[in-house]
């Protein structure tokens, strides 16, 4: 295992792991996601937490049932919301990639209320932010995307937020590293907040 710098915790690397670490992180490689990267390399250390932990994030980020510019949507107002610069740092170019207007990505990153959403994109918007700020949601939200996505929908978009929070709380609490080559953009000056942000209602 080696230390990273600015890591609280050693992150396992392939030479070092036991068999069961190199078992799940064969199944991560292997997969999906193709790379370890972020929470994951901090749950190796207990592989029976980190199988299941990846085979839901697959579940729930490559689900078909929403658009995954919607998804990535939903991700990066739980970045902002838990100050979490890694996860900003991933899925904000995940969102770009995915069609997400760079204008809507810089509101989210400074904290402001996008403008020129799309019907859909505002009801996702909207069902998060609610969720983030309040761990509850009106009944218009719900009934909007129910009524857009179905029962599933509102499962997976309810679950999605929930594992992305739980991310950014790994990410954030052992200070795992941004990627190599990349710095913090969410305007934190190198602090740590005392809460989480706010996210803006439209």
Known sequence: MKTILGARI????????????????????????GTLVGPLRAALHVPALAA???????ALRFNPTLPVRLTELAIILVARATNSELEWA????????????????????????????????????????????????SDASHSAI???????????????????MMVAMTLNAHRLPLPEGMGPELGLGGTVPEALSR???L
Do not use: C, F
């Open 10 to 33: 050693t992150l396992p690397d392939v030479e070092g792991m036991n068999a069961d670490q190199q078992r799940v992180y064969d199944s991560i490689v292997t997969g999906k996601r």
């Open 52 to 58: 299941p932990w990846s085979a839901l994030g697959e």
């Open 90 to 137: 991933i899925h904000s170019r995940v969102a770009l990639r995915e069609g997400l207007p760079q204008a809507v990505v810089d509101a989210i990153r400074d904290g402001r209320a996008p403008e020129g959403l799309s019907d859909e994109e505002a009801e996702i918007y909207t069902y998060t932010a609610e969720l983030l700020n309040a761990v509850q949601v």
């Open 146 to 164: 129910r009524r857009r996505w179905g029962e599933e929908g509102v499962v997976v978009l309810t679950a999605l937020t929930g594992y992305y």
């Open 199 to 201: 996210i803006p209602m």
